[in-house]
């Protein structure tokens, strides 16, 4: 292998992993065009969940600033909460807090 054969193998190698390292920014604008993620819609996520018996799951789903509180399996699903405050232990706080008054 010439020296000229070995400096190409080495500029090829460079620009793929320039390229790779370009490319991320490039996806993750798609990844989130495709989820539909754009400036000023809020997206639904899963803040947790806890598997309370073999058919019943109590979830934590959040709007924006919003919160629910869902009861899923069994009979049937419940919505137990919308809260307006930021996040359910703040809930439960002023929960305690209207307890203890």
């Not at 620009?15 to 000023?40: D, M, S, Y």
């Not at 629910?68 to 419940?78: A, C, W």
């Amino acid at each position: 292998m010439t020296l000229h054969e070995c400096v190409n193998a080495i500029a090829a190698l460079i620009f793929i992993v320039v390229l790779i390292f370009c490319a991320r920014p490039l996806l993750r604008f798609l990844e989130q065009k495709k989820r539909g993620a754009r400036e000023g819609q809020v997206g639904l996520s899963l803040v947790g969940q806890m598997a309370l018996d073999r058919t019943r799951r109590l979830s934590v789903v959040r709007y924006g600033s919003r919160e629910i509180l869902l009861l899923t399996g069994g009979n049937q699903d419940l919505m137990m909460d919308w809260t307006e405050r930021d996040t359910f232990v703040s809930a439960l706080d002023a929960s305690a807090g209207e307890d203890m008054a």
